[in-house]
């Protein structure tokens, strides 16, 4: 069975920071992208950034790029989204995704992944 299961979400001022950790189980790790992707309740899902394992290349969203990092720990099946410089506008649900890499054709179409994790909730706020 495949579980996803994001952790490290939570209440941050403006220009702190968070650590996303998704843990994944029920497939083989490194023949899977993981993504992040981000909701809020009047927007559509939307794609962060993104980590194939077979070649290690990572994907950013413009609206994070130079502020947020994906990386990956195979030993222990998680992917982390560290979140610097955060902005009131990144509040939303961040939600993890997981999907073989030799189906992915656009890390940020969220119809390409067919497995996904409950979300964590970001608050960036003062």
């Known amino acids: 069975e495949v579980q996803i299961v994001e952790s490290g979400g939570g209440l941050v001022q403006p220009g702190g920071s968070l650590r996303l950790s998704c843990k994944a189980s029920?497939?083989?790790?490194?023949?899977?992208?993981i993504a992040w992707f981000r909701q809020t309740p009047d927007k559509e899902r939307k794609g962060v950034s993104c980590i194939t394992h077979h070649d290690g290349d990572t994907y950013y969203a413009d609206f994070v790029k130079d502020r947020f990092t994906i990386s990956s720990d195979i030993a222990k099946n998680t992917v982390y989204l560290q979140l610097n410089g955060l902005k009131p506008e990144d509040s939303a649900v961040y939600y993890c995704?997981?999907?073989?890499?030799?189906?992915?054709?656009?890390?940020?179409?969220?119809?390409?992944?067919?497995?996904w994790g409950q979300g964590t909730q970001v608050t960036v706020s003062t």
């Open positions: 029920g497939f083989t790790f490194g023949d899977y992208g």
């Open positions: 995704a997981a999907a073989l890499t030799a189906t992915i054709r656009n890390p940020f179409d969220r119809y390409e992944y067919p497995y």
